[in-house]
């Protein structure tokens, strides 16, 4: 069974930074494309970054410059390193391991971001 665990979401004062963590479980993932996905309230779950098998990364225009996606594919890990943090970056975040027809989220863990 598929499992993705995400860790690492809390409370940051603005300009702060966070280290998202998502391992998996069940298979191997050597061959997914790993994502972050945000979702804040009252609106639509938005791409954050991506990362392929490869290691090509994909970010969302809001966060360049500030975010970086990282995978470590012997711990089946995908990370965000989040800096130089804003408040509308408040949002509950979601990993994805995805390939071909098989898509995988994990639970979501909650980034808030306020003095």
């Known amino acids: 069974q598929v499992q993705l665990v995400e860790s690492g979401g809390g409370l940051v004062q603005p300009g702060g930074s966070l280290r998202l963590s998502c391992a998996a479980s069940g298979r191997d993932f050597r061959l997914y494309v790993m994502g972050w996905y945000r979702q804040a309230l009252g609106k639509q779950r938005e791409l954050v970054a991506t990362?392929?098998?490869?290691?090509?990364?994909n970010y969302a225009d809001s966060v360049k410059g500030r975010f970086t996606i990282s995978r470590d594919d012997a711990k089946r890990t995908v990370y965000l390193q989040m800096n130089s943090l804003k408040p509308e970056d408040t949002a509950v975040y979601y990993c994805n391991f995805r390939r071909v027809y098989q898509n995988y989220w994990g639970q979501g863990t909650q980034v808030t971001v306020s003095s």
């Open positions: 990362i392929t098998a490869a290691s090509t990364t």
